[in-house]
């Protein structure tokens, strides 16, 4: 498949209307979820769900709403996380998605079914709300800065680039960064402005990390889903299509997948040494952000030391990223310290600090032993407990 021509039922199905042809009734034997609610002013109408696969959508049940709007599915527990549409022939869908036997009510009205809807049960299925209520603020956004015909074309062509920019980054802190592994992560990189992809995998490096980092940890959480299997290979071809040009070309295998994913990072070590946080993958790794030149840091890496004493023959690891401006000072205050330290000169500018949604330094991560992000540091209260149970 070619990255570049990729077209997801995902790209097209939040900004157009879908038309059902069929409906169906089933019942099923084994694990169930339910959608269930109510749509005012609908009495009579005919509400269709859809199971919104990779390549179609498929119809799996309809309903006749009764004169107060009630409506309920129940359709087979999915094995990996699955999306469904909730619509009326013809009109703009509302996108859940279900991973286990939860109900997930669903409420709007006929007149502003997907434009004003409210979801309890799913703090998923909140979360896509959220994402498709961005997107459409995006959209109006850009589509009234075309429209103005301001004289000065560049500078709104060059307005519209930094508001997409900005969008990126901030969905990238938000929704994909702080759970690469959920429904929601893997939602947000098939968000579109005006039915065009706004992450490009196939031109864009920093959107091929951030379906790799994404894929990941789908397969480590569903490693037989179709889903994540399919988004392993859009990862694979998005990483080895913009791989730098003055770099021997290495063919990726899909398993590496699980190293070049988790927006890695790859930074020089004290002896000059790049060194990267994917090469301790089955270890239990401390990823640290720190600022040598703060006062209080040294305290900090005396409580530290004392846990990675503690734990280092058990597999746990420090990963710690400086961001100070002066690498001379940065190397005598490293090269005392017994675990891996780096550093990343680009300081507030550098990648990392978006990736990571970096708001205050010092911070840190907790990483497992299959690479995937599990808690940061205002999620933990006891950090010795917490390396414990990932290192059992």
């Not at 009234?144 to 997409?164: G, H, Q, W």
């Not at 005006?194 to 959480?221: I, W, Y």
């Not at 889903?225 to 003055?246: C, D, F, S, V, Y």
Request: charged share 25%.
């Amino acid at each position: 498949m070619n990255i570049l021509k990729i077209k997801s039922v995902l790209f097209t199905i939040t900004a157009t209307t879908i038309l059902f042809f069929q409906s169906c009734g089933n019942s099923y034997n084994g694990p169930t979820f339910t959608v269930n609610g109510k749509i005012s002013d609908a009495e009579g109408k005919m509400l269709y769900i859809a199971n919104m696969g990779i390549e179609k959508n498929e119809i799996v049940d309809s309903a006749e709403l009764d004169k107060d709007g009630n409506y309920e599915f129940k359709l087979p527990a999915p094995d990996c996380f699955e999306f469904y549409l909730i619509a009326f022939e013809g009109e703009r869908p509302i996108v859940i998605s279900v991973d286990s036997t939860e109900t997930i009510t669903v409420n709007s009205s006929i007149k502003e079914f997907s434009k004003n809807y409210t979801v309890e049960g799913s703090r998923e299925c909140l979360r896509i709300k959220e994402l498709t209520e961005l997107q459409t603020a995006l959209e109006q956004q850009v589509n009234k800065m075309i429209e103005s015909k301001s004289p000065a074309v560049i500078k709104t062509r060059n307005d519209i680039y930094a508001l997409i920019r900005e969008f990126k980054e901030n969905i990238t802190r938000e929704y994909i960064a702080t759970a690469p592994g959920s429904a929601s992560a893997y939602y947000a990189l098939w968000l579109t402005l005006n039915g065009e992809p706004l992450f490009s995998p196939g031109t864009n490096r920093a959107d091929s990390k951030r379906f790799a980092a994404v894929a990941t940890n789908l397969q480590n959480r569903f490693p037989e889903a179709k889903r994540a299997q399919h988004l392993a290979k859009i990862a694979k071809e998005g990483m080895e299509a913009t791989r730098p040009k003055n770099t021997e070309t290495v063919n990726i295998e899909e398993s590496e997948i699980k190293t070049t994913g988790l927006f890695d990072i790859k930074l020089p070590g004290v002896n000059g040494d790049s060194i990267s946080l994917s090469s301790f993958a089955g270890k239990v790794v401390l990823l640290d952000f720190s600022v040598y030149e703060d006062a209080k840091i040294s305290s900090r890496n005396i409580r530290l030391r004392e846990i990675y004493n503690k734990y280092k023959s058990k597999g746990f690891e420090i990963y710690q990223v400086s961001f100070d401006s002066r690498e001379h000072f940065w190397q005598q205050s490293a090269s005392n310290l017994p675990w891996t330290c780096v550093r990343d000169g680009e300081g507030a500018a550098s990648p990392n600090v978006t990736l990571y949604n970096i708001q205050t330094v010092p911070t840190f991560y907790l990483i497992n032993r299959e690479n995937e992000i599990v808690l940061r540091d205002n999620q933990i209260t006891d950090l010795e407990k917490e390396i414990e149970k990932l290192l059992k």
